[in-house]
């Protein structure tokens, strides 16, 4: 008896200390911390971010390549001292003087250059680009899809909680009904109507329900650690939920297929494309360049001065035929990677459809579960009526009393277990279908 006020009163404890951290949350509140601050989505962002850089580097493809330079030399080289003094425009007669020529003292020549190249005709990096875009593409629609799933993640998350929860409740009023089950027990001994070996079992059957509790409990720390994760917040809160766990219903379409415009679906069929896009560029490399370039440039003696001046103008055809067997194995390789795509495209379209036509059973076999375990537990509710009321008149054993009690708590469990199932069955097949 002592030892079972000791548990009373460390549970007791335990449920005030709990209750002091306990913080109500609606789904919707969690949804919108989860947008806000849930890494997985974070990541899925620099992904785009990334792709999208990629993507606006190829503008070089259109934009000109600008450079400045300003250079310094001294030399005694015999050409190149001419050639500063040429471009310096300071030659005179007497340079041309052989023994100058041959043998000049040193010469300093600053030059500022500024430099232009414009890309005229390049027919594979216009794929390059096209590829680029497409990955792009692909990624902001694999970011939207992340986000679908991260939401069909907080619904499973946050009914487990309503579960968790459910399961409390169910195993305190379980608790209490032993509690009450016992004292009367505790009465019928006394009275010489029951020997002390049914009274253990009742004790043995309080305390079960006691470790049980305790477990419920733990339960309801787990899903709070885990929605807490999700909104990337601190783990040391318990959450309530606003809402309890029960029946839903969606409305949900339910199709024969999943929709090929489904975001990560598209995705896949853009990244197909995007490999594509390469194979054609690998392939058009093969074909000439042509590039606009020009320059401006300052020559003087001192530094950061231009008393001369010059410029140059010109394009460039540039074909580059052949470079072993490197650019034939280039080819290739893209040519089996955008293979691969489209199989991995095909495969994954199957595999979707597989998953949409598991799904649809699973939420027919979660609503006949639900009619099923709707009617067992009224089924086990009347029979613990029935024991309880025909124990308190001596009329029934304690191990009937015990297993009709046990039978009743399970039923409570699987009815709920079941909800969940069935409202997570739904939640599921929406996202599936989601275009």
């Known amino acids: 008896m002592t030892k079972n006020l000791i548990n009373l009163f460390f549970l007791s404890f335990v449920s005030i200390l709990q209750a002091q951290e306990i913080l109500p949350i609606s789904k919707s509140e969690v949804l919108n911390k989860v947008t806000q601050e849930n890494i997985s989505l974070k ?28 250079t310094g030399i001294a030399t005694t080289n015999p050409l190149m001292a001419f050639g500063a003094k040429l471009n310096q425009e300071i030659l005179t007669q007497s340079d041309f003087n052989p023994l100058l020529l041959n043998n000049p003292s040193q010469t300093k020549n600053f030059a500022t250059k500024f430099e232009i190249e414009q890309p005229l005709i390049n027919i594979d990096g216009i794929f390059q680009r096209k590829a680029a875009k497409s990955k792009m593409e692909a990624m902001s629609l694999q970011q939207q899809r992340t986000a679908d799933q991260i939401s069909l993640e907080v619904e499973r998350a946050y009914m487990q909680l309503q579960l968790a929860y459910k399961g409390v409740e169910v195993i305190e009023k379980a608790l209490k009904t032993a509690l009450n089950n016992k004292k009367l027990a505790d009465n019928r001994f006394k009275q010489g109507y029951l020997q002390r070996a049914d009274v253990l079992n009742v004790e043995v059957r309080v305390t079960e329900i006691q470790n049980q509790l305790q477990t419920a409990k733990s339960n ?23 809402d309890s766990l029960s029946k ?6 339910v199709v024969n297929s999943v929709p090929e415009n489904r975001a990560d679906i598209k995705a896949m069929q853009l990244a197909s494309e995007a490999y594509k896009e390469i194979n054609t560029a690998d392939k058009m490399a093969f074909l000439p360049r042509l590039n606009a370039f020009g320059s401006y440039e300052l020559y003087d003696d001192n ?3 231009g008393n001369a001046n010059g410029y140059l103008v010109g394009a460039k055809l540039s074909w580059d035929l052949f470079q072993g067997s490197k650019r034939f194995g280039k080819a290739q390789k893209s040519k089996a990677e955008y293979e691969k795509a489209k199989l991995q495209y095909d495969r994954y379209l199957a595999q979707s459809n597989l998953e949409l036509n598991k799904a649809k059973r699973m939420l027919v076999d979660a609503e006949n579960k639900l009619n099923l375990t709707t009617l067992a537990l009224a089924q086990s509710s009347e029979s613990m009526r029935i024991r309880t009321n025909r124990f308190k008149e001596g009329l029934e054993k304690t191990s009937d009393l015990l297993k009709a009690e046990t039978q009743y708590a399970q039923k409570q469990l699987e009815y709920y277990q079941t909800i969940f199932e069935f409202n997570y069955a739904q939640a599921y097949l929406s996202y599936l279908t989601k275009e």
């Open 43 to 70: 990541i899925s962002e620099q992904d785009f971010f990334q792709a999208r850089a990629d993507y606006r580097q190829t503008n070089a493809l259109f934009l000109p390549n600008i450079l400045a330079s300003h």
């Open 220 to 242: 309801v720390q787990n899903a709070s650690n885990y929605l807490s994760f999700l909104m990337n917040e601190s783990t040391d809160v318990i959450y309530q939920p606003i």
């Open 248 to 253: 839903t219903t969606l409305g949900v379409h």
């Open 303 to 305: 530094i950061f001065q």
